[in-house]
Structure formats: C-alpha cells, structure tokens
C-alpha cells in the first residue's frame, strides 16, 4: 500500500500518513522505518508500508519510500 506523509513530529519521532480513498491518516513511527531514517523524511514523501491492526487502531509497518 502507498500513502503520503501528512504530518511529522520530530520530537516524538512518529507521523501520519494519508492514504488515497481513507478519511482517516494512519499513524506511523520512527521504529518501523526501513532502509530510511526519520531524519530523512518530509511532509509530502510518498511512502509504501503494510498496515496492522495494533490495539490504538491501525497502524503501518515496515515504512519505505516508494
């Protein structure tokens, strides 16, 4: 799945995506980054991810650039 970065906060280290046809923006978090920093990343990238249901609600997983 793909999505772009909504929203950073850098401080805490998380973010939120927003997905194409989702009213919701899914939440993601520096931990589940891969083969790219947070430091890296700004609003607007294009992200790919797999989403997992966690018990705050979905979330993604396993965080690239697309």
């Known amino acids: 799945m793909t999505g772009t970065i909504k929203k950073l906060v850098a401080e805490r280290g ?3 995506i927003s997905r194409e ?3 919701k923006e899914l ?3 520096s931990k589940d980054l891969s083969g790219v ?3 890296e990343l700004k609003e ?3 992200l ?3 989403v997992v249901d ?3 609600g979905p ?4 965080v690239t650039r697309a």
């Open 48 to 50: 790919s991810f797999e």
């Open 54 to 56: 966690t018990d705050k």
């Open 59 to 62: 979330a993604a997983k396993n």
């Open 14 to 16: 998380f973010g939120f």
């Open 37 to 39: 920093t947070f430091e």
């Open 21 to 23: 046809g989702e009213e």
């Open 27 to 29: 939440f993601f978090h």
């Open 44 to 46: 607007g990238d294009t």
